[in-house]
């Protein structure tokens, strides 16, 4: 159970079978460095370069594909005083005819005031010289080595994970990820300071930040897409263009888990779903679009676990 | 400012421009009986067909088109212990290669507690014998006649509301419509004891009610899509498909509003809305699916309003 | 068999249950005029309002819900020398990033020398200058009144058909609708000199012109959506959004085909759908899109009918 | 202008970087044996591993990053005298209600008649003894190394090309790839001796084959997306799920493509597009679907070339 003190030197672009960073135990805890999505650091260096530098990868000694890696998020602590957003809705989230409405996308800076836990506009316009935000940290791009053997930018996202850029990623939450090559090779960054639902101008608050994870593996169990779970619900996570599709990843990976780990059949846990799910829409803008399946812990009372 | 009692006697299986069943001033109050989804009663006598008989139309006085009619939501109440679901998953919600996994398509009767506000399932399998979910209504179905006389199914929404299943359509809602024939012609059923987000079992809990609205007229303010406010939000709603579509509709209706209302240009309301932004997915059944974008009064503070 | 000559006095926007506007037999042919998407006539005079005010309906003796009507498309007749298109690609088929480099949707004039049967710009640019399309008249929407007492916009298609804009919708085709009232109520409209696929500026080359077709009403059989044939192949068309319903409405419809016509089960028709099929993408502009999905009879030879 | 003769004795599942298999010239000329989407060679033997095990890389000396590589399609020649497909429609091209109404998929033996041109079920329904269909080989997935270091599975496609099933790419077709790494690392496989539009039931006639093909560098010539060219038109590929985006990658490409080669510009690329444009559904099945964006070289007959 030891605890890492991890500050890369070098970065990927891709998730991939790339030479491990740092091999840790089953169990460990990792307190990681991570530079922001173009590669700025906390000092405002740029070590690594867009999109979406990754931390790691990570060896867990003892995960084998086809186990599943449980990834505990604690801390993620702000590093730097600033983040960056773009400043106009992507062309992909309104209807085609209003996209010449907008000036060109550009970069704005924000203040992250660490210590309020807001963040501001550095320059508003007048009508938001008085608005800020909450500062809630979550973790844009994570996830591990996809099976075959590819690499895949970190743009996107799959069932490795990825760029999914789900505010529910934050403090807290148990990830779970599906293993497919020795060691997981897990990869974290690109961590944003607040996001709405669809990171729809393409960015949250761009930032770096200083990372705790701790790791887990679950020998032997095999799941199909990210899934997490926290102090009131479970959730699955798919990834895939159009949400429609996303949508039906995810919905389908909740049902395999209700019917795996619940001893429901597809009837009993349709009857759950169909009254309880909530969807989240986490975003509506990276080649893969990403959907959550969520169901709180409440909707579960009640439910006789055959299985257990 | 009177209120009306209304038991319907006719039933419209599409919103269009059908004579009035009641004509009522602005401002009025109406209690109003509506049957389920497949036309059955308070008393499980069946005077409406499917798909979701509306009970109405409501001519409001004073309404033209493009002004904009407000519904606010009052009470809903069960008039009826039971009410009906489908038992799996829609086929369109799970990856197509899990459709064949699930049985045929049935109707399954559910026992309404109204004293308890709990819903069971009548003849639940062993696993959910001890299971139940909380009576939360909302309203399936509702709007007004669409523009061009046009005449459209209650199974599917528009522009002018319609079968838009969002269970954030609740009590203590204000509702907006787009306004396209003189009187405006407002029409509502399919009231649901209970419903997932997307709908996804093709059903809420399916019931007759009684529902209590009240209605106000916004003269020359013409909007594009539904648009709801309660106590802690402002939302609109979007109905196309796929999703992603919706979504447009949805999130290009709250720029809108935001730059009409609240005195923003595209620029400052692309930051609110990039960091504040919340999408629900109503609906994933219907010909049009439906998805509502939100945004908290919350996150509005600190807005100098130019405008007012 | 009495051909009647048809001209309009009065244009309907929508596919509804309007009164007849000539009843005719099963069996008839009528020389109908139509005007153009506005509603300009060949005279240049404009009898009609947008969108595609439609000629009709006709009344077919004989035809009865669930039965199947098949129209005949006969000589499509330019009657005036000029037409119209929008002059740049719609926003919906560029991708989201390339809408802006578009200057705003304005009409463009053509020239239709009927004698020569080509089409130019009046106004070309000078890189145009030289530049002509041959004319290959199309129906751009027709179709006939819809279930459930619906009035449907003129902008749209559905089970019904409307507006599908595509191109195989031309001279010598046997088109099949799905029967849903009595007399079937036949419209037709919005033809186009010519018309690439997809209709991607949103518009062929829109003009007026004098349609030729003639009514067969197939006695019990019902489609569920429209069917043609021609000369060397069948085909269905689907409408929806996004592309991939269209698509899936249109093979579900040619499955079910071969199956009823040709004998076949759901084995051997994807044999051969798996190795013949071709899809048009018909239009992907207006709010339903539509795609076809064409057999050409060559690859049925050697078929074994059993129901014959 | 070499001619080499090239029998892989490694296969790849990935379009990445990995070691040449062989160096080339620009302008040779290389007869390449394919193993057939699971690995089975001509003689049955299986030295590849599923999915679309690929013959090379072919590192082409001069190809650089930003260049295009021109891939002429020659000779496709069947090697071996069976095929094999899938019996059934795919669960995603068929309405989710119908789905069930399939049987399980199963592989199914096709016999290749090598001197007739024919193939033919080996073991047919009743229904289809005298049926077979002619042999018009392609290839299924080809392409070359993606950006940023990435290895991408066979079973998908993007801007490199990959496995996107398109029936367009046969011989005589002049096939551009726009160029990410040194030497390009262009890579084939996967041949089909007859398939439909859509690839509907998830394979075309699945065999292995011997191709020859030659290269040629263009220097400083950047593209988007997979382009080709054959005695009777032109045509851009794009690659996407779903075919809505698969369509608006294609369409920009060949807008771009107009304006960079044709010296159009917006407007006037717009006039040709939208009169003159054909699509074709290449595979509406891979994870990524394919859309083809065709204009006949007719349809540019008259226009200025402003560039030339």
Redesign the interface.
């Given at each position: 159970m030891t605890t890492h003190r991890f500050s890369p030197t070098a970065f990927y672009?891709?998730l991939?079978s790339h030479p491990p960073a740092l091999r840790i135990a089953d169990g460990d805890t990792v307190i990681a460095e991570t530079v922001d999505a173009r590669g700025f650091d906390r000092h405002g260096n740029k070590p690594g370069e867009r999109p979406n530098p990754m931390t790691g990868p990570f060896f867990i000694e003892g995960a084998e594909p086809d186990d599943t890696l449980v990834v505990n998020i604690g801390a993620i602590r702000m590093t730097r005083p600033t983040g960056w957003?773009?400043?106009?809705?992507?062309?992909?989230?309104?209807?085609?005819?209003?996209?010449?409405?907008?000036?060109?996308r550009e970069k704005?800076e924000w203040i992250i005031d660490i210590a309020a836990n807001r963040a501001r506009?550095q320059s508003?316009?007048?009508?938001?010289?008085?608005?800020?935000?909450a500062v809630e940290p979550m973790i844009g791009c994570f996830g591990v080595a996809p099976d075959?053997?590819?690499?895949?930018?970190t743009a996107t996202s799959g069932r490795y994970g990825g760029n999914m850029d789900y505010r529910g990623f934050c403090t807290g939450v148990d990830v779970m990820f599906p293993v497919s090559v020795p060691g997981a090779l897990f990869y974290l960054g690109d961590v944003h300071a607040?996001?709405?639902?669809?990171e729809?101008?393409g960015?949250?608050?761009e930032t770096a930040a200083e990372v705790t994870f701790s790791v887990k593996v679950v020998k032997g169990k095999a799941i199909g897409w990210p899934r997490g779970r926290n102090a009131t619900e479970i959730f699955t996570v798919g990834n895939?263009?159009?949400?429609?599709?996303a949508?039906?990843?995810a919905?389908?990976e909740m049902?395999d888990w209700l019917i795996a780990d619940?001893?429901?059949?597809?009837?009993?846990a349709?009857?759950?779903?169909?009254?309880?799910?909530?969807?989240?829409?986490a975003n509506?803008f990276n080649p893969a679009?990403s959907?959550a399946c969520r169901i709180a812990l409440d909707?579960l009372?009640?439910?006789?676990r055959?299985a257990s």
């Open positions: 672009n891709t991939g957003t773009f400043q106009v809705l992507s062309p992909n989230v309104v209807d085609p005819g209003a996209v010449s409405r907008f000036p060109e704005t506009l508003p316009p007048p009508s938001l010289k008085d608005w800020s935000v075959m053997g590819q690499a895949i930018s607040q996001q709405c639902d669809g729809i101008v960015t949250g608050i895939a263009r159009p949400l429609d599709q949508l039906q990843h919905t389908t049902l619940y001893g429901l059949d597809e009837v009993a349709s009857h759950i779903m169909g009254q309880a799910v909530r969807y989240d829409i509506v679009y959907v909707a009372k009640g439910v006789t055959y």
